[in-house]
């Protein structure tokens, strides 16, 4: 594929994290890219870089965190090479995002009528009149009636706060949407309706989309492509098809096997282990105190290996 055909390309991205008077690289050399109008699934465990990741590319890193190499291509600009005006320009409008937790992202005095028509007339999209007649049309279509546009917050119920913020993020029609865990503490219904809301933005408005998720039914059904993130790295990456169905990387395949398989007692079996704390990431694989196939070669970070349609990073598999 040449370069035209994403809208977003992370090439060798590494997030530095000042720790206590140390550096960590919390994100280590990521290579990740977004082609137009599909949906790329980053799927891994807590504490694996997910969020990070998304907030590098719009630049909401908190103070002790910084890119320390690489860059990040939007439209054939260098998002790492912005100042914080140029980047303001572009979130909101270009890029859009949505995370998990309705309520701190919405501000709970100001109505959802401003609260959603300030993104169009900040940016200078249209005037007032049509940034509400947008609103509206953008809240029916989320199923929240437009006779409610003039109240607050607390007057919503979680799922339809979620959609409220949803509908933040694609009135602008932007070109790229992160949503990150955007379903998680749904009900399935409204988690349905939300990601049917963006496959239709998807087709309709030419939306390209990174979705975040724990929840591999989510990736199966909403996203083209997938990667799998380990520890601040990408342990595997292609088309989600390849990726469920043929999992290579020890990672992936304990991923899915914690979702497909149940103990007898019917609740979810998980990995060995847990995430270590960026502070005892180990050298090597980063993978290597939790994995059923390590041996003496895992102490060198592991070459990537070509799959048909991506790739993984794995010495023994
Ligand atoms: N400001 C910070 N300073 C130091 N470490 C941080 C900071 N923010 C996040 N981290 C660490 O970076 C790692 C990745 O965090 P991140 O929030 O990206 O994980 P995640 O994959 O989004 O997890 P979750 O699924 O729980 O949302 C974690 O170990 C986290 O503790
Ligand atoms: S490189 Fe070694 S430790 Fe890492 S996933 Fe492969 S076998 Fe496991
Ligand atoms: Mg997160």
New binding site residues.
């Given amino acids: 594929m040449s370069d035209d055909n994403y809208i977003l390309e992370i090439k060798n991205l590494s997030v530095q ?1 000042l ?1 206590k008077d140390r550096h960590f690289n ?1 994100i280590n050399k990521i290579n990740l890219s977004i082609p137009k109008e599909k949906t790329v699934a980053i799927v ?1 465990e ?8 998304a907030l590098s590319i719009i630049k909401l890193l ?1 103070k ?2 910084k890119i320390k190499e690489g860059s990040i291509i939007f439209d054939s600009k260098d998002l790492t090479e912005l100042s914080e005006e140029q980047i303001r320009e572009i979130r909101g409008k270009e890029i859009s995002f949505v995370f998990q937790e309705p309520m701190t992202a919405l501000n709970p005095v100001v109505d959802i009528k401003t609260q959603i028509t300030e993104i169009l007339t900040k940016h200078n999209l249209c005037d007032e009149e049509t940034a509400i007649k947008k609103a509206k049309e953008i809240l029916t279509e989320l199923s929240i009636p437009s006779s409610k546009i003039n109240l607050y917050p607390h007057n919503f119920s979680g799922g339809q706060r979620q959609r409220i913020l949803l509908a933040m993020a694609l009135i602008s029609e932007p070109k790229l949407l992160i949503a990150d ?1 955007p379903t998680t503490a749904l009900d399935v219904v409204t988690q349905m309706e939300i990601l049917d809301t963006i496959e239709k933005f998807k087709k309709e408005k030419k939306l390209s989309v990174i979705l975040i998720t ?1 929840n591999f039914s989510i990736v199966s059904n909403y996203s083209e492509y997938t990667y799998v ?1 380990y520890l ?1 790295e990408i342990m595997e990456a292609g088309k989600t098809e390849n990726i469920v169905k043929n999992p290579r990387h020890p990672y992936t395949k304990a991923l899915l096997n914690s979702v497909i398989k149940m103990d007898n007692k019917n609740r979810l079996k998980s990995i060995k282990g847990s995430t270590p ?2 502070s005892e990431t180990p050298e090597g694989c980063r993978f290597i105190n939790r994995c059923d196939y390590a041996d003496e070669k895992c102490a060198k970070s592991p070459s990537e290996k070509i799959t048909e349609s991506g790739y993984y990073r794995c010495w023994n598999v």
């Fill in positions: 994290a720790i919390i891994g807590s504490g694996s870089g997910k969020t990070i990741t908190e002790n965190l865990e724990h993130m601040g704390s960026i």
